[in-house]
């Protein structure tokens, strides 16, 4: 069984930074496909990165250059380096993590990311 908890949300003003961490409980290296997903309220949840295994990313066109994700399965954790926050990044951000081989997905409970102009 695999537990994801996000920390590290909270309120800045547009340009600043935030990092987001996800502690994964059980065995990470079980996990093929590790994310950062976000949702606000009324819209559809949107991937915003992962990353499969340690070394392969990728981005949503909206947070290119500004987010970076990185997961270290030493430490059991995953976080995503947030940079240049505007106000349309603001949305509660889910960590997600997909074991292939049996289709299972995990989620954590969520964290609010809120960026004032």
């Known amino acids: 069984q695999v537990q994801l908890v996000e920390s590290g949300g909270g309120s800045v003003r547009t340009g600043g930074s935030l990092t987001l961490s996800c502690t994964i409980s059980?065995?990470?290296?079980?996990?093929?496909?590790m994310g950062w997903y976000r949702q606000v309220p009324g819209q559809q949840r949107e991937l915003v990165a992962i990353?499969?295994?340690?070394?392969?990313?990728n981005y949503a066109d909206s947070v290119k250059g500004r987010f970076t994700i990185s997961r270290d399965n030493a430490k059991n954790i995953m976080h995503l380096m947030m940079d240049n926050l505007k106000p349309e990044d603001t949305a509660v951000y889910y960590c997600?993590?997909?074991?292939?081989?049996?289709?299972?997905?995990?989620w954590g409970q969520g964290t609010q990311v809120i960026v004032s102009s």
């Open positions: 059980g065995n990470i290296d079980s996990i093929d496909c």
């Open positions: 997600n993590g997909d074991q292939w081989d049996s289709a299972q997905s995990y």
């Open positions: 990353a499969i295994g340690e070394d392969v990313t």
